[in-house]
């Protein structure tokens, strides 16, 4: 009855799967794995081995629909589109991609033609604009090559229209095609003219095809690049807000995708010191009634609008007659360590030199504020700072801690002489290239 029931099984598991046959003739006996995309994760979809005359079967699941990598040893990466086909491969030269064949899969065959066209039309067209200007004064020839140039601009669009809409592949290579577009805006006046932002803001994110396509993160770091590079500073804020606001919008009703993009994005933004973007995401999450934030991430969010450049941060109390804002330097570094923490250890060092350096040019104070839960072990390690230390031992429970939503060591804030927030460092360097401005 047993084995009964674990042959339905098997039977049940393999009508819900879907198969990619193949042949890498090179690849002899050696492991070949299907890896899939979830949102901005990678993981594997199946594993299998290749026989000794390079065949292979994998087995993927029939719901999984969008754009998966297959890697094996020797062999290239190959971006193989799934979409409940059962596919099969063949690939005899690995150093060329011409050998590449797809059968019994109209989506990848669809792909592989608009990926050679595509190649084909991009070494064409610098070439022809490039002798364009070169028979100006030759009306034959130009007319020509203006005709040629029309021609292959057109091509790959119309190449598109023969794809039914209703197949993966159209949706797939839209959306990288408007990726693909971002590097030929220069400007702000290109960006304006172009369809790009139209592009974006019709991004559904909430979307399997999407969510699914492995080009979620390239589009998200691609767009925010490209309005860094072509809008002013005074405008900036105000693009990569509008920006955040798509996928706020369109991930409302999912709650767990909604927090790794909000993860992500918040991440790069505020990296790159922008305040204002950053803090719309950290605010938007918090005030989020149907999404249950794991801690370390509500932490971070709460961390940033707490303690956010410009506000005031909390008092430390150090002892019974010294805290934190009693302190009369006219800056204050913070820093949160750990004699345990790999990071602490290395960058102490340069702390101590840095710190003898400033102390010469600057009132300035380092206050060293450890979340080690051994006194002692924090006592040895750092017996010998030139700076204020202080630990009470109670780990990531300690006060301070609590109070300035610690989520990671090292942490430097530095402060002014009423504790307001001036800048967040991330390396001691960026300390002393501070007060270099």
């Not at 290749?50 to 290239?76: E, Q, V």
């Not at 033609?113 to 070439?127: E, S």
């Not at 290109?190 to 999407?210: G, M, R, V, W």
């Amino acid at each position: 009855m047993r084995i009964f029931i674990c042959f339905l099984l098997l039977c049940s598991a393999h009508l819900k799967a879907q198969s990619i046959k193949g042949r890498f003739s090179k690849v002899l006996s050696n492991d070949i794995s299907l890896w899939g995309f979830d949102g901005l994760k990678e993981y594997e979809l199946a594993k299998t081995n290749t026989d000794l005359d390079g065949n292979f079967i994998l087995k993927y699941p029939k719901h999984y629909i969008g754009s998966s990598i297959l890697k094996s040893k020797g062999a290239s990466n190959i971006i193989v589109l799934l979409a409940g086909e059962d596919i099969e491969i063949k690939w005899d030269d690995l150093t060329d991609f011409k050998t590449l064949e797809f059968k019994n899969s109209t989506e990848n065959e669809f792909f592989e033609k608009a990926i050679a066209l595509n190649q084909d039309i991009q070494k064409k067209i610098p070439a022809l604009s490039y002798l364009l200007p070169l028979y100006k004064d030759t009306e034959a020839q130009k007319k020509w090559l203006k005709d040629e140039l029309a021609f292959q601009n057109t091509k790959i669009t119309d190449f598109y229209k023969k794809i039914n809409p209703q197949l993966y592949v159209s949706s797939y290579i839209k959306f990288r095609k408007c990726i693909a577009a971002i590097e030929n805006i220069k400007t702000e006046t290109e960006y304006i003219n172009s369809e790009l932002a139209t592009c974006y803001k019709q991004t559904h994110f909430n979307d399997n095809k999407i969510w699914h396509s492995g080009l979620i993160k390239e589009w998200l770091v691609n767009y925010y690049q490209m309005l860094e590079k072509v809008f002013p500073s005074t405008s900036l804020s105000a693009q990569l807000i509008i920006a955040n606001q798509v996928w706020l919008d369109d991930l409302k009703t999912d709650p767990l995708r909604k927090q790794e993009i909000a993860t992500f994005c918040f991440n790069w933004l505020e990296k790159k010191g922008y305040i204002a973007p950053a803090s719309q995401i950290a605010l938007a999450m918090l005030n989020e009634t149907n999404c249950n934030l794991d801690v370390k991430t509500q932490s971070i969010f709460e961390q940033y609008q707490k303690l956010a450049i410009g506000n005031t941060a909390p008092n430390i109390i150090l002892s019974e007659n010294k805290n934190l804002l009693n302190l009369s330097n006219t800056y204050k570094f913070v820093i949160f360590g750990a004699s345990w923490c790999p990071n602490c250890q290395s960058n102490y060092p340069s702390l101590v030199g840095i710190y003898g350096r400033l102390q010469k040019q600057i009132d300035i104070e380092f206050i060293y504020i450890s979340i080690d839960t051994d006194v002692k072990a924090f006592e040895a390690y750092y017996k010998g700072a030139p700076f204020i230390t202080f630990c009470d031992g109670k780990g990531w429970d300690s006060q301070a801690a609590k109070d300035y939503y610690l989520n990671a060591t090292p942490t430097y804030i530095l402060m002014d002489k009423n504790l307001k927030i001036i800048s967040k460092i991330t390396n001691p360097y960026e300390l002393e290239t501070y007060f270099q401005k």
